[in-house]
Antibody
């Protein structure tokens, strides 16, 4: 079964750092793009960026460039989303997704989501 | 960024009804429009890709249509498990953008 399994919920304070993960299985992880999508409480979906684990080619939405870092370790089939200094406005559910191509293709597999709560 | 607008934002329907949701892009996206279903507390699930192609495993009562700027998602004979929020997404240009969602509720 093709699946993406994300790390568990996090509760952090403003200013703290965080790295969440997304592990792929059931397919050739290096050969598919992994994207990240944010869903703030009660709101819609926002695309943050995408990485190709095969060569770590990474692209960011202008809205998230400089705010987060996307990385991947193809040896353990895992992609990451990290923050160096969290803000309360980073409180959201974060989903990882799979795509065959970074453009044109739909997000055909989704992780279960990681809830990040940032509060003092 | 391409802006996606869905209508209505919510609707009430009964089991067995036919439901149509509309998604409009503010510029042509040819056929690069995808539809997702999201249930409370769950991740979105791909239903339709490239405007009208049914994702594997999705019931045939779901269908999509349109091209250019105007698209539709139709659910024929609504089932109890179809009550959810539906969202469109364009994959024509980067960044991909989503519509605001349509919540389908039980009448």
């Amino acid at each position: 079964e093709v699946q993406l399994v994300q790390s568990g919920a996090e509760v952090k304070k403003p200013g703290e750092s965080l790295k969440i993960s997304c592990k792929g299985s059931g397919y050739s992880f290096p050969n598919y793009w992994i994207g990240w999508v944010r869903q703030m409480p009660g709101k819609g979906l926002e695309w943050m960026g995408i990485i190709y684990p095969g060569d770590s080619d990474t692209r960011y939405s202008p809205s998230f460039q400089g705010q987060v870092t996307i990385s991947a370790d193809k040896s353990i089939s895992t992609a990451y989303l990290q923050w160096s200094s969290l803000k309360a406005s980073d409180t959201a559910i974060y989903y990882c997704t799979r795509q065959t191509r970074p453009r044109w293709d739909a997000m055909d597999v989704w992780g279960q989501g990681t809830t990040v709560t940032v509060s003092s | 960024d391409i802006q996606m607008t869905q209508s209505p934002s919510s609707l009430s329907a009964s089991v067995g009804d036919r439901v149509t949701i509309t998604c409009r892009a503010n510029q042509s996206i040819t056929i690069y429009l995808n539809w997702y279903q999201q249930k409370p507390g769950k991740a979105p699930k791909l239903l339709i890709y490239a405007a009208s192609s049914l994702q594997s495993g999705v019931p045939s009562r779901f269908s999509g249509g349109g091209s250019g700027t105007d698209f539709t998602l139709t659910i024929n004979s609504l089932q109890a498990e179809d009550f959810a929020t539906y969202c469109c997404q364009q994959s024509y240009s980067t960044p991909p953008t989503f519509g605001g969602g349509t919540k389908v509720e039980i009448k």
